[in-house]
Nanobody, 123 residues
Framework: QVQLVESGGGLVQSGGSLRLSCAAS?????MGWFRQAPGKEREFVAA????????RYAMSVKGRFTISRDNAKNAAYLQMNSLKPEDTAVYFC???????????????????WGQGTQVTVSS
């Protein structure tokens, strides 16, 4: 069983930046970031495959967010730039044991989840 712990959330003004980190207790393969705003379903943000060679982004964050990973540290990161009020949500790190070349974007395809970290963007 792999445990995931997110950090780096907080309050930032519109146009600002935050960097989220996800520390895993063991080796993980595909890693992803999802977010959930109040009253809304959990939505895909970004995902990266085990080698880091294939990355997928939601259209709403493409060009502003960057996902990366450090396999030596069993960690993943989400650099968020040009933040907007609509980015406000609880951000979740997710991982699974898939060695698929293309990382999944459905939350149903992930086995492990962190507890979430709040990101609030003020206008």
């Amino acid at each position: 069983q792999v445990q995931l712990v997110e950090s780096g959330g907080g309050l930032v003004q519109s146009g600002g930046s935050l960097r989220l980190s996800c520390a895993a207790s063991g080796r993980t393969y595909t890693m992803g970031w999802f977010r959930q705003a109040p009253g809304k379903e959990r939505e895909f943000v970004a995902a990266i495959n085990w080698s880091g060679g294939t990355i997928r982004y939601a259209m709403s964050v493409k060009g502003r967010f960057t996902i990366s990973r450090d396999n030596a540290k069993n960690a993943a990161y989400l650099q968020m730039n040009s933040l907007k009020p609509e980015d406000t949500a609880v951000y979740f790190c997710a991982a699974d044991n898939s060695l698929a070349g293309v990382p999944a974007i459905s939350p149903n395809d992930y086995n492990y989840w962190g507890q979430g970290t709040q990101v609030t963007v003020s206008s």
